[in-house]
């Protein structure tokens, strides 16, 4: 099958990988949407996961279940799927009680397993496929389903860690999709005021769309924009000096 392989500082491309063996907990999934993060094209730029290298790259995808273990209870063959973002190893207790991110060892960012690859291939292995894998409701497209992977899922995982209450002010510095995602995260959660810092005028308009109830420039921004400059987070929070944050 073919894979987009991290093949050396600045080089990635499609080759020839073979096909992931599974378990009687795992399946294979073929992926009909998937979105590039960030975190692939820093990886291709700097080789800053050096375990990736020669590794099939990617984390965001969804897809149709090829083949499953004789465990899998949950899934069938055919089923319309979300494949996981955090590639953590479910089975340990750390990782069940929160520290998911510490132990992703089935990533191939941080697995020294030659053998654990990512999503940008024609077939993905997804281990405890029960633990790991989410149906896609019919009525919502694929293009739709691979936005909630990473994106909402972080900016909504952020919003959860914050423990936001009803009527508090909060600040999302930078609104792209997880960015984004964090307002709407926070409108739902009942923030009384939700300040977003960005420039582009689209992204901005969304974050209205979205529940921002005032949007401002960074001080350093270039973009030519019509919305204040923030000076500092207290001149838009009432002077609170006190504040909390998750990165």
């Avoid at 990617?58 to 273990?69: R, S």
Wanted: proline share 6%; charged share 20%; with cysteine.
């Amino acid at each position: 099958m073919k894979g987009y392989v991290l093949q050396g500082k600045g080089e990635a491309a499609w080759q020839e990988v073979p096909v992931p063996e599974i378990g009687p907990y795992d399946a294979l999934v073929r992926p009909t949407a998937v979105a590039t993060c960030t975190t692939d094209v820093h990886a291709i730029a700097t080789l800053a996961f050096p375990n990736a290298l020669n590794k099939v790259i990617g984390h965001e995808a969804v897809g149709v279940v090829d083949t499953i273990g004789e465990l899998v209870k949950d899934f069938k063959v055919g089923d319309r799927v979300v494949l996981p973002a955090i590639l953590a190893d479910w089975r340990n207790p750390r990782a069940q009680r929160g520290e998911a991110k510490h132990y992703q060892t089935n990533s191939p960012y941080m697995s020294p397993d030659p053998a654990v690859g990512g999503s940008f291939s024609e077939l993905v292995k997804a281990v405890d496929a029960d633990m790991v894998l989410a149906h896609i409701p019919d009525a919502v497209t694929d293009v739709q389903a691979v936005m909630v992977d990473d994106m909402v899922a972080t900016g909504f995982t952020g919003v959860e860690n914050m423990e936001i209450l009803v009527g508090e002010v909060v600040v999302v510095l930078g609104i792209g999709p997880v960015g984004l995602m964090a307002v709407a995260a926070a409108a739902l959660r009942g923030a009384g005021r939700i300040i977003a810092v960005g420039s582009r005028p689209k992204t901005v308009e969304l974050a209205r769309q979205y529940g921002t109830t005032t949007s401002v420039s960074s001080p350093s921004s270039s973009t030519e924009s019509s919305t204040p400059r923030l000076s500092s987070p207290t001149s838009f929070t009432g002077g609170t000096a006190s504040a909390r944050a998750w990165t």
